[in-house]
């Protein structure tokens, strides 16, 4: 049975409770998704939404996957179960039997690579946005819009392109 391991809990930024789960294997093509309880709005129930997220929980892009459904009692392990079979699991917490002397340095957030918008992108480049969309559909990235994100690898393989990598 697949697995949603669960990564990130209380995922900021959502119309309600949101985890992010890495998915043994990948749900119409994302390895991580994160699941929203949504509250009801109007004549309509609540729902649990899927939604193809990066490994912080941030979305993807907010379009619901297979196994979003509405219920006045939706649950995460439900819609994963619905979305292909996913059996919910929750890591163990690593116990450090011998703990350094001295602990790791601590990464700051603003020193993680973060999703970059085209345009941004573009302007880095020296180019412009409709060039960019063009050469992220000759690599095979469907993304359309100037306003869209990209990952930090395929920004860091868009530098190298336009020759602009560190």
Known sequence: MPTAELIV???????????CYKLS?????????????QMAFGPQDREAAIFPAYPSGAAVR???????????EPSREWALLMAGGYEVVVPDPVVDENPAEIDEPTILESEVAKP????????????????LLETLADHGHDITSASANVTPDIADVMRDIYGKGS
Do not use: D, Q
């Not at 809990?9 to 959502?14: A, M, S």
């Not at 970059?116 to 060039?131: I, Q």
């Open 116 to 131: 970059v918008r085209v345009h941004a992108l573009a302007k880095e480049l020296e180019t412009t946005s409709a060039e």
């Open 62 to 72: 907010m379009t619901r996957l297979p196994g979003s459904y509405v219920h006045p």
């Open 25 to 37: 294997e990948p749900l119409k093509g994302h390895s991580y998704v994160t699941v929203l309880l």
């Open 9 to 19: 809990e209380n995922v900021g930024g959502f119309a309600g409770e949101a985890n």
